[in-house]
T-cell receptor, first 111, second 117 residues
C-alpha cells in the first residue's frame, strides 16, 4: 500500500500557483519524498524529490514540513499543460524498485 | 538526448499468444525497471534489472512473465500465453545509478498498451 495520502482531485486557474498537498506521516528517516506526474496516456514524468530541505528546480518547488510528515508541491504559474495526475511517493533514495504508487491527485488547470 | 524508448506503443494479441515488449533506456543508464498500470490504478512495480542481471523480480508473476536486459540491445519483457487480465499499460523506466543520492531518479518511457482480445 502507498505510504502517502493525497486529495483525489484539485482545480487551479491558469497562471495561478498550484499547491498540491501530500501526507506521509509514517515516513522513515532515510526515505525521500518524490513527485511524479502523468499526463493522460503518457509515461510518468519525474518532477522533484527531497529529503528534509525545501527544493526548487525549473519545474516546481517542494516544501517539506519540519517533522517531515507532510509536503507540498508548488507549481508557481500553472499552465493548461500542467493538467495531469500528480503522484507523491516516499522511498529510499535510489530504490526505484520500491516506488509504491497510489492514485495521486488529478489536477485540472482551467483557463 | 533521447529519452527512454519503448516499442511498440500499442500491441494487440489474441489469448494464448506471446507478447514481447521492448525498452531502450536513456543513454548512460544501466538500470531498468518495469511497471504495470491497470486502468484507473497507480503503477505497480514488476522487475528491476541491471545489465545482464535481474536484481529484483518480486513484483512479477511467477508464471508466464519473464524479463531480460542483455549486454547489447534493449530490455525485453515477455508475456507468454497472454490472457485478458494481462491487458494493461506497461511502463519501463531507467536510471543512471541504483544507489543513493544523485542520479537515482527514474525516467519513464511512453509505455506499451497491451490489449488481449
Amino acid at each position: 500500500d502507498a505510504k502517502t495520502t493525497q486529495p483525489p482531485s484539485m482545480d487551479c486557474a491558469e497562471g495561478r500557483a498550484a499547491n498540491l498537498p501530500c501526507n506521509h506521516s509514517t515516513i522513515s528517516g532515510n526515505e525521500y519524498v518524490y513527485w511524479y506526474r502523468q499526463i493522460h496516456s503518457q509515461g510518468p514524468q519525474y518532477i522533484i524529490h527531497g529529503l528534509k530541505n525545501n527544493e526548487t528546480n525549473e519545474m516546481a518547488s517542494l516544501i517539506i514540513t519540519e517533522d517531515r510528515k507532510s509536503s507540498t508541491l508548488i507549481l508557481p504559474h500553472a499552465t493548461l499543460r500542467d493538467t495531469a495526475v500528480y503522484y507523491c511517493i516516499v522511498s529510499e533514495a535510489g530504490n526505484n524498485r520500491k516506488l509504491i504508487w497510489g492514485l495521486g491527485t488529478s489536477l485540472a488547470v482551467n483557463p | 538526448n533521447a529519452g527512454v524508448m519503448q516499442n511498440p506503443r500499442h500491441l494487440v494479441r489474441r489469448r494464448g499468444q506471446e507478447a514481447r515488449l521492448r525498452c531502450s533506456p536513456m543513454k548512460g543508464h544501466s538500470h531498468v525497471y518495469w511497471y504495470r498500470q491497470l486502468p484507473e490504478e497507480g503503477l505497480k512495480f514488476m522487475v528491476y534489472l541491471q545489465k545482464e542481471n535481474i536484481i529484483d523480480e518480486s513484483g512479477m508473476p511467477k508464471e508466464r512473465f519473464s524479463a531480460e536486459f542483455p549486454k547489447e540491445g534493449p530490455s525485453i519483457l515477455r508475456i507468454q500465453q497472454v490472457v485478458r487480465g494481462d491487458s494493461a499499460a506497461y511502463f519501463c523506466a531507467s536510471s543512471r545509478t541504483g544507489g543513493t543520492g544523485m542520479n537515482t531518479e527514474a525516467f519513464f518511457g511512453q509505455g506499451t498498451r497491451l490489449t488481449v482480445v
